[in-house]
T-cell receptor, first 114, second 111 residues
């Protein structure tokens, strides 16, 4: 069964450092998303991406965040200068439809900022 | 208006019982309402979903009831099993495909 894969599974970083989280969406999907989940809280939307550009972003997704699809398979989330409050589980998701279809989530990348 | 409110926050049910989780929304532009199941250390996985033109959808032991006029929907898990113990999130899609999650319900099914 096709799946969304994410790396790394866990990253520990110092405050102020840059972090890149990587995702390989399901191959025929066209819509890509990043969500985050702070421990014990709900899953929050960060950004959606389609046709090589951001479709929508939340207020959480400020100038410290960026996304990129550097090649035909990877989808990355970069945090330029991490803050303590960026510590969370980050989930990548993909879909073959917008608004009507299922989002397939990866297993997440746990980011710990010290 | 973009919020989806979910209750209860946690739920303990005996094996064989019925688990009921409720959600409410404000934005009438939402047009697709999925439920996701999340096990510890895993990403959310789609369990069942409904569109607002349908009042009920059943898949196995899982049923969504949808009340469009009240802007509420609920998940019923019949014959709950210990393997159903997980966190359940209701969600709603807006027109742009952004999925808004509820706060989550941690379900524990006791043997």
């Amino acid at each position: 069964e096709p799946e969304v894969t994410q790396t790394p599974s866990h990253q520990v970083t110092q405050m102020g450092q840059e972090v890149i989280l990587r995702c390989v969406p399901i191959s025929n999907h066209l819509y890509f998303y990043w969500y985050r989940q702070i421990l014990g809280q709900k899953v929050e939307f960060l950004v959606s991406f389609y046709n090589n550009e951001i479709s929508e972003k939340s207020e959480i997704f400020d100038d410290q965040f960026s996304v990129e699809r550097p090649d035909g398979s990877n989808f990355t989330l970069k945090i330029r200068s991490t803050k303590l409050e960026d510590s969370a589980m980050y989930f990548c998701a993909s879909s073959d439809q917008v608004g009507k279809g299922e989002l397939f989530f990866g297993e997440g990348s746990r980011l710990t900022v010290l | 208006q973009q919020q989806v409110k979910q209750s209860p926050q946690s739920l303990i049910v005996q094996k064989g019982g019925i688990s009921i989780i409720n959600c409410a929304y404000e934005n009438t532009a939402f047009d697709y309402f999925p439920w996701y199941q999340q096990f510890p250390g895993k990403g959310p996985a789609l369990l069942i979903a409904i569109r607002p033109d349908v009042s009920e959808k059943k898949e196995g032991r899982f049923t969504i009831s949808f009340n469009k006029s009240a802007k509420q929907f609920s998940l019923h898990i019949m014959d709950s099993q210990p393997g159903d113990s997980a966190t359940y999130f209701c969600a709603a899609y807006n027109q742009g495909g952004k999925l808004i999650f509820g706060q989550g319900t941690e379900l524990s099914v006791k043997p």
